[in-house]
């Protein structure tokens, strides 16, 4: 499985940019798919997550009302729309996927598989 990272780039606080992973070797079906993020000196965070199969959705709490997650299960892609995008949203951008058993889907350690990331810089 291989899960490749786009969209990311410098963006000014307040605009929109999304990211896509696109999964490739097999279906991921029933899979959790995330997106995790890394700012420079901090540990990998939890951003947003989507059962691949239902399509339920879970957000860290600063990001509710601006990020959206969805899947294109035509292009086997999963994407993240930022909106009202601020400074603090800066880092790099990882897909993760973990295995349907997965319950703690918050945790980096619980992910399966990851993308190469994409990074995000927002200039205030």
């Known amino acids: 499985v291989q899960l490749q990272a786009s969209g990311g780039g410098l963006v000014q606080a307040g605009g929109s940019l999304r990211v896509s992973c696109a999964v490739s070797g097999r279906t991921l079906s029933g899979y959790t798919m995330a997106w995790f993020r890394q700012a420079p000196g901090k540990e990998r965070e939890f951003v947003a997550a989507?059962?691949?199969?239902?399509?339920?959705?879970y957000y860290e709490e600063s990001v509710k009302g601006r990020f959206t997650i969805s899947r294109e299960n035509a292009k086997n892609t999963i994407n993240l729309q930022v909106n009202s995008i601020e400074p603090e949203d800066t880092g790099v951008y990882y897909c993760?996927?973990?295995?349907?058993?997965?319950?703690?889907?918050?945790?980096?350690?619980?992910?399966?598989?990851w993308g190469q990331g994409t990074q995000v810089t927002v200039s205030s």
């Open positions: 989507v059962k691949w199969t239902t399509g339920v959705t």
């Open positions: 993760a996927a973990a295995s349907p058993r997965t319950l703690a889907i918050r945790v980096a350690g619980r992910y399966e598989f």
